[in-house]
């Protein structure tokens, strides 16, 4: 309010000059104010935390400066300290106040600029809000799982909670923080479904640790979840099966078919692996199991199956944790009508086997000995021909192919092969044009580390 300004007297003074007049008194400016200023808001959104607002605005022409906040249901507001600082021909007056959730509801500010030298006040009115918002929570969280291949998909989950209870209908983002970084990115974002849970599936390209997050909104505050690691390792290598071969072909209805090959990664052999194998007949698009064999110490592997009818026949690898499947190149097997075995096929057997030294060292050579013969009208003879050795691991099932060795006219076997595992040998003589085949007895030879 402007006050009313007197007029000056009129002074006169004697003197040598002869008379002067007094200059007349000026009036004192009338003070400015500006509207007031709130940070943060308004809204100035509370929930179990507290909340500091400042409270700003400028006046010019003013000796002092007071601001006034009244609360909801309160008919008097109360001055808050206020600190001045030069705004260039105005002054900025700055005051701070805490607000809790028990604050919430609208608020009244008054702010009263006072003129110097008794020039009157201005003053401005306004209203903000204070509102208070639900807590909430991301609870149950978790990125499943724990260890994957690179590029692999990651089932990320969680439930979002505000009030206590679940929250439906809410965005949540995934963030993630790839090890040996600082910085959260965001990958994916996701909606919250009844009871606030939320799943989202995404790809894990690198080790780290993943998090959900609620950006809030005018109901409820805002928060993040606790973090899950996934470790993430090197994608799976390559396999491949070479030199798969169905033998012999062609071959009789009811014989034996032998499959054999190598289980690689990276060219070296891969052990310890099962390697089916399967058969499409002709004129069939369909492939079927027959059987299986566990790879060895080199990734080779031997089966054997009843020739049954034409068509193909090829080694498959399911793969394994760390490596890819994979599948041989399809070989081709006739199968004819058997022919009457010749009448002069005469017996053989294998005898005198025998693995040495036992037990063994882990690591050194094992000898194996025996005899190959041939029944010559009632009298064994030795024979010349190719017998094979097989090994069988303690516990195991089946038998591995190892080497091939021959014998001269004498029938004497003899070969060594380095021993790692504790099993039993054999030698295998498949029979010939004109003899029949025959097994050894196996012997068992223990495998010891020192």
Known sequence: MLQRIHAAAVVLTMGAAGLVLAPAASAAAAPAISKVDVDPGPPIVVSDKTVTATFSFATKDAGSAELQLKPPGVSAGSPITLTSKPFGQWTRWTGTRAFESKDAGTWNVLAVAHGSGGSGEKSVTG?????????????????DPDSVSRGDTIKVSGTLLAGGKGYAGQNVTITFREQGTDAYRHVAKTTTGPGGAFAVRV???????WRAEFGG????????????????RAGDRDTDIAGFDA?????????????TGALRSDGDGLPGQRVAIQFKAQGSDRW???TSDVTGRHGRFLASATAAGSGWWRAVFRGARGFDGSASDADWVRVERPTPPP???AGTRVVAFNAYPEPVKRGKYLKVRGLLQIDDEGAWEGYAGKVALYFKPAHARSWQYV??????????????VKAWKSGSWKFVFAGDGDTYGDTSRADYVRVVRR
């Open 127 to 143: 209203t903000f809000e204070v509102r208070k918002t639900l807590d909430t929570k991301i609870v149950d969280f978790d990125a």
């Open 403 to 416: 080497k091939t060795t021959r014998s001269g006219d004498s029938g004497k076997l003899w070969t060594k």
């Open 288 to 290: 079927e199991y027959v």
């Open 203 to 209: 790809k894990a390209e690198a080790t780290g640790w």
């Open 343 to 345: 009448a002069e096929k």
């Open 247 to 259: 033998a012999p072909e062609p071959v009789d209805k009811g014989d034996t078919l032998r499959f």
């Open 217 to 232: 909104n005018a109901e409820a505050a805002s928060s993040v979840g606790d973090t899950d690691r996934v470790d993430v």
